[in-house]
């Protein structure tokens, strides 16, 4: 595994409508709803704190007046002057979409922002088992960017919650095992393909943390578009990666979802 370099900047997917949760709480905004007392996106932010982050890009749209505030409250303030590394102050930056940019879209509009260098792109709902658990440091051990466009962090079924899919992707160890690498803490690395159910690799599910190089966007499109198609075209010049995690992460996508990690969220 080659030395990573240190990744400075990440955004936070804030953008969403939520139309699916949106009944367990209809006076706030997805990343606004509390879990065991927390509000969703503060769990992203504490692991972008938790792991050093200079410039934090959050987008907004659906009730953006309510993010932005609460981004300036004396909690998320507290939470910013406890990060060890008080002599690199966090700046955390929202974007407004008028019009909303999708996840691929919502982050091409922010590359000026997030800079040159690779980053990490969250989504605001992103809850694991452990809040102890920082899935950015296990990513960044991981990341090369001699070899890799994206670094997706996927979780196999049996510990996914308040999910109802089938699954996302696949580690292709068993076609290509010599391109797997353990990280540090042994959790397998590797190429990946889009999972169907005629494939016998395991199924695994996108957490929605990933680490992106901004040269996946050297020809994106204009307007609104899926992240997805950056993953293929990583995947067809075999540079999309991931790493499996066996933590137990919470799709929090609809009330029964958002239950289920109240019930179950620990320290």
Known sequence: MKKHHQITSAM???????????????????????????????????????????????N?????????SYLQTPHIKTLISSRSNKLIPLNIKTIYEIKRL????????????LG??????????????????????????????TSMDALLLVCPLNSVRGYSGLGDFALIDKINRENNLLDRNNKIVGKVQRWTKNKQETALVFTGVQILSPSLFNNAPN????????????????????????????????????????????D
């Open 60 to 68: 907004t749209h659906y009730k953006a007046d309510l993010i932005n």
């Open 102 to 113: 999708e996840t691929g879209g919502g982050v091409r509009n922010a590359l000026t922002e």
């Open 223 to 266: 307007g609104p578009y899926s992240l997805n198609t950056h993953y293929d075209e990583a995947i067809s010049r075999q540079r999309l990666f991931a790493m499996r995690c066996d933590e137990i992460w919470y799709h929090v996508g609809t009330p029964a979802g958002l239950k289920l990690a109240e019930n179950n969220i620990s």
């Open 116 to 145: 040159y260098n690779p980053f990490f792109v969250m989504n605001s709902d992103s809850i694991f088992g452990r809040t102890s658990f920082n899935p950015l440091s296990h990513l960044a051990r991981a990341w090369d960017s």
């Open 12 to 58: 936070i997917l804030a953008a969403g409508l939520g139309n699916r949760i949106r009944s367990a709480n209809k006076l706030v905004p997805k990343p606004l709803i509390k879990v065991a007392g927390r509000e969703l996106i503060e769990y992203s932010i504490s692991n972008a704190i938790g792991f050093g982050i200079n410039q934090l890009i959050v």
